[in-house]
């Protein structure tokens, strides 16, 4: 049985490689998971390698609204479940060495997330009589006095 704390590490992760699927950083967060359930065993790193890659296609597949977000709900709970079991099966020595790999992946995800945003700069830019539409989180600064 899992601590707590553990779990907590396998649903960051599992949700790391959702996050992950689409971006750039995708490449290495692919190779790092599949390093982590390898354990050093080339073979078990590409079944893990094609497993991720298949993951990759579901969510791309999925229609968007509902349907997405329950293929992603979907794949954090199969990708959470994988993780905790792997936990599981350890000795407490090499789940920390784990955790850590694991934490690590869930960074590199979280700090790709947020490369993914867009900025759009209009500090040279003039308007009149203008309106700006977006969705989100958005800061508009009005330099008139310039």
């Given amino acids: 049985m899992l601590v707590e704390g553990l779990i907590a590490v396998a649903a960051a992760g599992g949700t790391a490689v959702v996050q992950a699927a689409g971006t750039d950083a995708w490449n290495g967060i692919r190779e790092g998971f599949a390093r982590l359930f390898g354990r050093g065993?080339?073979?078990?790193?590409?079944?893990?390698?094609?497993?991720?890659?298949?993951?990759?296609?579901?969510?791309?597949?999925?229609?968007?609204?509902?349907?997405?977000?329950?293929?992603?709900?979907?794949?954090?709970?199969?990708?959470?479940?994988?993780?905790?079991?792997?936990?599981?099966?350890?000795?407490?020595?090499?789940?920390?060495?784990?955790?850590?790999e694991l934490q690590s992946l869930v960074a590199q995800a979280e700090a790709a997330k947020l490369v993914e945003t867009v900025h759009n700069d209009f500090s040279q830019a003039s308007f009149t009589n203008s309106q700006v539409l977006g969705s989100g989180t958005m800061t508009v600064t009005n330099n008139y006095d310039k």
């Fill in 41 to 100: 065993e080339p073979g078990r790193e590409r079944a893990e390698l094609e497993r991720l890659d298949q993951t990759r296609s579901v969510l791309e597949a999925a229609d968007d609204g509902e349907d997405a977000q329950r293929v992603q709900i979907a794949q954090v709970a199969r990708w959470q479940t994988r993780l905790e079991t792997l936990l599981e099966e350890l000795p407490a020595a090499e789940q920390q060495l784990v955790v850590a």
